[in-house]
């Protein structure tokens, strides 16, 4: 792995089998995330970034997802090949997860107390005193006002705005390296969400860690990101800078995204849709996977030239080969 790459998957492959049928929910994802950068996973619900970040995590289920192939390389370590008990080591602690909906992720049973210094105690030894201290010292981190006193709180008593703080306070608590963040900002009003982003690029200088940001809001993400990855129905579409990616998008699925995206402007009031609809992934097109809702389909997309993989089409900047080729010959 690059001395530069924090952590480097290769080739992923996360299925799941669902009666006599396999969904390849994420199906040969590659990308590196450097230290101390934000990489973006963009792309419509149902297109596998949460699968992506679960596989990471090693969370799905064993009796229903499989690992088919790929590696996730972390300190020179292989993440698919540890035993469960050498993966809770680095989960929750080297590498943290902020989950989509704070208040299914936050146990309504117990206060904030227990449930970030239960991380402290179990990745730093602490006892719960020294555990108590340090949950204090995050939650006033992340910005809860006096802290001594919201320790003591549970889930149902803080606004959607504290939960998803205190869900950042839990990510961080025991210092991680990477922090995944699953569109951390999705039931939030809008002055909340830009509240979260800004305490979370924040803290990332703060504490020098590297982000994996999950969103379908490009708006987000070209402000935060350096790297992009989109995605669809389980495939990378295009990867690249993020400025290289909106001022030079590749792939038509990523321009159609960005043609989309809503804008304020006296020519633009009419709200676009992208056409058609995510297929199933049980029975997905053949071929090229968007070629179902492509805007200009070729023969060679039924005949599945993307099943070849991306191709850098200019330095850093990596397309589907198939939607590549269509382009290039048009």
Known sequence: MDSENLLTIKNLRTHFSVGESVVKAVDGVSFNLEAG?????????????????????????????????????FDNKNLIDLEENEMRKIRGNRISMIFQEPMTSLNPVYDLSYQISETIILHQ??????????????????????????????????????????????????????????????????????QIIDLMQELQKKLGMSIIFITHDLGVVSEISDHVMVMYLGNVMEI????????????SYTKSLIDIAPQISEEKRKIKVLKGEIPSPINPPSGCVFRTRCPCPTDNCEKGISK???????????????????????
């Not at 961080?172 to 039931?187: G, M, Q, V, Y």
């Not at 690249?240 to 792939?251: G, K, Q, V």
């Not at 070849?308 to 048009?330: F, Q, R, S, T």
């Open 125 to 194: 030894k602490k006892s719960k005193e020294q555990a108590r201290k340090i949950a204090i010292e995050m939650l006033d981190l992340v910005g809860i006002p006096e802290p001594q006193k919201r320790i003591d709180s549970y889930p149902h008593e803080l606004s959607g705005g504290m939960r998803q703080r205190a869900m950042i306070a839990m990510a961080l608590s025991c210092n991680p390296k990477i922090l995944i963040a699953d569109e951390p900002t999705t039931a939030l009003d809008v002055t909340i969400q830009a």
């Open 240 to 251: 690249a800078e993020t400025s290289e990616l909106f001022n030079n998008p590749l792939h």
């Open 37 to 73: 950068k934000t990489f973006a996973i963009v792309g419509e619900s149902g297109s596998g970034k949460s699968i992506t970040a679960l596989s990471i995590m090693g969370l799905l289920p064993n009796n229903l997802a499989q690992t088919e192939r790929g590696e996730i390389l």
């Open 308 to 330: 070849m993989g991306l191709i850098e089409a200019k330095p850093g900047h990596w397309v589907d080969k198939c939607c590549y080729e269509c382009n290039k010959n048009d």
